[in-house]
């Protein structure tokens, strides 16, 4: 179940889940989910090389086969492994790297975590009707500031591009995870099956994963129904935990390809499951009708970017204004 976040009033009950202790509940329950999905894995395809006389006998006479299997099987969990170790990018890294690169810094420590708090304590001012932000002997702050104001459109309230829980500076499409408890660059959603964020950062490999896993799913689907229709006399509790192994496939190959299926019609039409199940709670794009995908540069354009190009913190979009969304409809509508 993907996960997205708490309103700014329940920071406390936020905040308290995150306190240091020896017990830390959310790692816990991050370890056992992976835990149960190594062994969910191994379970279902380990029965098959145990007890499927005719995979066992298709595997000495074709090994080939049995060896695409399974390094299908060991790229699916390298992949999964990779994606859980990722990075989904955090906006204040991105932060740090922008104005490590513009060379905008002027007192802000680099530790990027650290210093984000002293920002808000800055004051913010209007400046030809858009917000700017200031420190406290007011100056101009870097660059990241000046970025993060051209990509709002003019009139935006503070409120859009300031975190309510840790009170970032973030740009638009990014989000406060509460179980992360930092603001994500395009935030998805929160796996709790990788126990990390997906966002700008690990987006594609959470997509390349899914993709592993379904073909995974389908090919050990297809090697359980020909263990079924083997004509082989077996014990009744072989036949018993082969139904029971299939029935829980099924229903992730159900989950999978839903999942899949999802994540293609987002990539193309370059929109994050946060945006479009919880659309209404982004101011900016409230007055944008939900038909319309603000941020869509048409398919083509959309996979080139999501494939190559939204790797790089510092890969930011604007919200289109009122004016690039009438031009927009005006040329689909002309063609
Ligand atoms: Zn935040
Ligand atoms: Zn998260």
């Known amino acids: 179940m993907p996960r997205f976040g708490r309103q700014p009033w329940s920071i406390s009950a936020t905040r308290s889940r995150h306190s240091p202790g020896l017990f830390n509940s959310g ?7 992976k835990i149960s999905l190594l062994l969910i894995h191994v379970v279902i395809v380990g029965f098959l090389f145990l007890f499927d006389e005719q995979l066992i006998r298709k595997t000495r006479s074709e090994p080939w086969y049995t060896a695409i299997y399974l390094a299908l099987f060991a790229a699916t969990l390298v992949q999964y492994f990779y994606t859980s170790c990722s990075t989904p990018g955090y906006v204040l890294d991105a932060m740090t ?3 490590d690169t513009h060379h905008a810094f002027l007192s802000i420590s680099k530790s990027s975590e650290k210093s984000a708090p002293s920002l808000v304590q800055s004051s913010i001012s209007s400046m030809d009707g858009r917000p700017s ?4 002997s007011g100056t101009l702050t870097t660059a990241w500031v000046k970025q993060l104001m051209d990509l709002y459109p003019s009139g935006t309230s503070t409120r859009s591009w300031i975190c309510a829980y840790c009170q970032t500076l973030r740009p638009p499409r990014a989000h406060h995870c509460a179980d992360c408890d930092k603001c994500i660059l395009k935030f998805d959603h929160h796996c709790i099956w990788l126990g990390t ?3 700008q950062g690990n987006h594609c490999r959470f997509w390349w994963y899914i993709f592993e896993e379904t073909v995974l799913c389908i090919w050990t689907a297809i090697l359980y129904i020909c263990f079924f229709r083997a004509i082989v006399e077996r014990e009744w509790w072989q036949n018993g935990i082969a139904i029971i192994l299939s029935a829980i496939l099924l229903l992730c190959l159900i989950f999978l390809l839903s999942i899949l299926i999802f994540h293609c019609y987002l990539i193309l039409t370059n929109q994050t499951s946060y945006e479009l199940i ?8 409230r007055e944008i009708p939900e038909w319309e995908h603000p941020f869509s540069k048409g398919i083509c354009r959309n996979l080139y970017d999501f494939c190559c190009s939204r790797n790089s913190l510092c890969a930011m979009e604007p919200v289109p204004t009122r004016d690039d969304q009438e031009e927009r409809s005006h040329i689909t509508y002309v063609n």
């Open 197 to 199: 964020c997906i966002g």
């Open 133 to 136: 932000w200031k420190n406290k």
């Open 97 to 99: 790297a922008y104005n």
């Open 278 to 285: 919880r659309r209404h709670r982004i101011p900016y794009l």
């Open 27 to 33: 790692r816990t329950t991050s370890l056992i989910l």
